[in-house]
């Protein structure tokens, strides 16, 4: 077991030094703090701060998401993280971050001279800083939609996102359609990239081509309907897929705009079914993310992983909400 | 919501028959209650019974596995089922099934007229009449080591199957070998097709070959090894990884019977570490499958399922247990 002593001889300072910089005393400078902060991590060096029942504290870091507000995707998830950790009584930090902050701040070293037992990290992108540290991070970690390969302590947690996708064309085809596009957000996320995936695989199971002109990646945001839609109806498809719920809605406004009706001409389905998707005209067909359930689920691994249960992975089903923005195929009048 | 007399216009007989079939009476015939049972599962009806606080009752159905001794790969999982449903007042059946039984019982059917809430399957296989009866069950039922696809009321508990396999090639790979063979249980089990596909995936991606000639099929048992070792040791394998502890325990025996030493000649690698893995000789180096914690996480997902949440998958890591059945390749004296 690693003690202060083997900090202090590492670094070739006194025990004192070390001590003071463990415990965040002003006498010495910050560079020297980070200093002993960043070995004591190296050496698997634990606090006894980190482990008193009294000094109980999680962080939920949140990055490239909304969640302020009931109808913002992270509301949710936020809320039901909080309410299954205070029942085990932590406190919580909820901790927007940023890229630079993540350069700036080494995570174990983060946690650790914070006095975090664990975080769950919700909204992160493949190429965050973090992401690469977390290969190798010695603290309890849920994350959000990430898939970190062979560290005990990290845990993915997320819902299906090829069986959403394979539910949805599923849907479509049911409903007689063959011509369906899929508008995708960024392959920045695995969630993205699996649900890219996902739709080459349903449409080939389902003995359909996916065209390439009929797939492409934008932005999670209702504007980057307006500079795929158009070549979309060009190429005449009567479905389009959308890699969340914004783009959706930017999707049916682009389509009302050039004159086609949703569903009589295009149907059109989501992905997370955000509050508002059931108030959209019209009402949105879209895949349930269950939110509140997603956040308990984040609490429920990281309590496993704090207790030395290395939880790799829970994934949630997805479900299929039907709405208006669909519509049969035969029920279309095409010319 | 479904009413008896649903059930009674539909079979076309009186509500009280309904009723006596429904609670087992014994005047009528046992054909007329199984319809009737039938007729209220096809229905989605459920009894009173299911729902009442005082009469909460689970079921683990186990088959084609050992479980009475602690040193069956079952009995740690029964046991963490147990311990955690014990602790929120459920009253537990554990049942051994057979293919013959299943065949005679429907699963939903058995499910209510037992009055049971939900049920954990351990050791089910592919062909299994359940199996094929779970795609549309409406009964809570977590699965160990299968997945069904797109049944909410369904959930799937496992260790993951891929990382297992890639640890052991990068764990031999990391020693020098580069003729592993594998010797795998039938392909009767998702798990064990997952790991017959996982060696293929990870031998290509530690850019080595995956020689048909030393891949095999055999059964979960060490009496498997004879039938296959020494057509692997004629064409010069130098590790050998075994689709479970049994299969491994044979292989070491196999080889020091033909006058191979383990693991100066062969290095032999098992997966689940059985309690007896750390008492052979040589003590065997295994992948480790947290057998409690399967049981424990079987009862959460079945707990979550119960009260609506549906967890789709939950899967622990596998640990790599180093012990003295493999070595450096480098320290092995070759011709």
Redesign the interface.
């Given at each position: 077991m690693v003690t202060i002593k083997d900090i202090a001889n590492k670094l070739g300072i006194s025990l004192g030094t070390v001590s003071k910089g463990l415990n965040g005393a002003s006498d010495i400078s910050e560079d020297l703090r980070q200093q002993i902060l960043d070995t004591a991590v190296e050496m698997g060096y634990t606090t006894k701060k980190m482990k008193k029942e009294e000094h109980k504290k999680l962080c939920l870091f949140i990055e490239n998401m909304d969640y302020t507000k009931p109808e913002h995707f992270g509301y949710d998830i936020v809320l039901g993280f909080k309410q299954a950790a205070y029942r085990d009584k932590w406190d919580i930090t909820i901790l927007p971050v940023n890229p630079e902050f993540q350069q700036k701040e080494k995570y174990d070293t983060y946690m650790l001279k914070n006095g975090y037992s664990g975080a769950f990290l919700v909204g992160f992108a493949l190429q965050d800083e973090w992401m690469s540290q977390l290969n190798y991070t010695t603290v309890a970690t849920a994350l959000f939609d990430n898939f970190i390969?062979?560290n005990?302590n990290v845990s993915y947690i997320g819902t299906?996102s090829f069986?959403g996708i394979?539910?949805v064309v599923e849907h479509l085809v049911n409903l007689g359609h063959h011509k369906i596009a899929f508008l995708n957000g960024s392959l920045h996320s695995m969630v993205t990239e699996h649900r890219q995936q996902a739709f080459y695989e349903s449409m080939a199971a389902h003995g359909l081509e996916a065209d390439e002109n009929l797939i492409a990646n934008g932005y999670f945001v209702p504007e980057s309907a307006k500079y795929f839609v158009p070549a979309f109806l060009k190429n005449g498809v009567t479905a389009i897929v959308c890699g969340n719920d914004l783009i959706a809605y930017g999707v049916i406004k682009e389509c009302t705009r050039l004159g086609y009706r949703i569903p009589e001409d295009i149907s059109v389905v989501g992905f997370d079914d955000l509050p508002l998707s059931s108030q959209t005209t019209p009402a949105l067909t879209t895949i349930r993310q269950?939110r509140i359930?997603l956040g308990?689920?984040g609490y429920?691994a990281l309590h496993s992983l704090i207790n030395h249960?290395?939880?790799?992975?829970?994934?949630?089903?997805p479900?299929l909400i039907l709405r208006e923005s669909t519509l049969d195929y035969k029920d279309i009048s095409h010319e």
């Open positions: 390969k062979k005990p299906d069986e394979d539910t269950e359930e308990k689920c429920m249960v290395s939880v790799s992975k829970t994934l949630l089903r479900q």
